[in-house]
């Protein structure tokens, strides 16, 4: 059966569970007397700190070797210093580097920068309603390491929400009492996939890390650095609502 095949995998394969939570979403009146479009539709998320520790696991061999990493060449410890005017890497970038420069030489606080990427899979015969997984990885990396799938770890998924007419979809956006709604409700989704992370940025975590032949237990300095996906995401991620009339409530522009 299902449950039992969920069982062995898990038994086979350590690695944190997702936990299933109902999110509010806007509705109207109208639909809250038919009931049509879900109230509280159950999202599954992940603990960001579980897939932190996964991530930084001392089963994956990555960590052997600090070829694999963006490090301070001075003191793999403190803060990453770039010392050249390339951008190779994420973490060569002035805006790294200033929050870099804001933390302390502490050698027991270390720096990690998070990247999120999320993109909408395919609908089809097999996965007719389709999924948008969030996902991260750390600037840490290198990005050749990037390029390999088992290096990031998911944060939950934003299910289809929606209404599946796309006429009605349409009758929103032009409509003042729903327009914009369905941009609030993927950033009340995102909010709760998104809450761990912010935890852990309010109150930095203590791990133990690995880097080359040395063990170290550092207190985790956490920085959101970049969020990827294509460019209606990216307007999504911004509060940007697809309008094409005078009445237009927000304008984001991205170069």
């Given at each position: ?113 998070i990247i999120i990427y999320t993109d ?5 015969q097999v996965n007719a309603h389709g ?48 327009s914009g709604r369905l941009v609030h ?71």
């Open positions: 059966s299902y449950r039992s095949t969920m069982k062995d995998l898990s038994n086979l394969f350590s690695v944190p569970v997702p936990h299933n939570i109902a999110i509010p979403l806007e509705r109207t009146l109208s639909e809250q007397a038919t009931d049509f479009y879900p109230r509280s539709p159950v999202f599954p998320t992940f603990s960001f700190l579980e897939q932190l520790q996964d991530l930084l696991s001392t089963m994956s061999d990555i960590f052997q070797d600090l070829d694999n990493f963006v490090l301070n060449p001075t003191n793999p410890w403190l803060p990453y210093q770039s010392n050249t005017n390339d951008i190779e890497e994420m973490q060569d970038g002035a805006w790294f580097q200033n929050a870099c420069s804001q933390s302390s030489d502490d050698p027991n606080l270390f720096n990690l920068g909408k899979t395919g609908k089809g999924m948008e997984p969030v996902v991260f990885t750390l600037s840490l990396f290198r990005e050749a390491v990037h390029q390999k799938p088992k290096y990031w770890r998911p944060l939950g998924f934003v299910l289809e929400f929606r209404k599946s007419s796309s006429a009605l979809e349409r009758v929103q956006k032009q409509s003042k009492i729903t409700n993927y950033h009340r989704v995102l909010d709760t996939i998104l809450s761990g992370l912010i935890d852990c940025q309010k109150s930095p975590p203590i791990l133990r890390i690995r880097l080359g032949n040395e063990w170290k237990v550092v207190r985790v300095n956490i920085f959101l650095e970049a969020i990827l996906g294509d460019s209606l995401f990216i307007d999504v991620i911004c509060g940007r609502v697809q309008n094409r009339t005078a009445t237009i409530r927000f304008l984001t522009h991205i170069s």
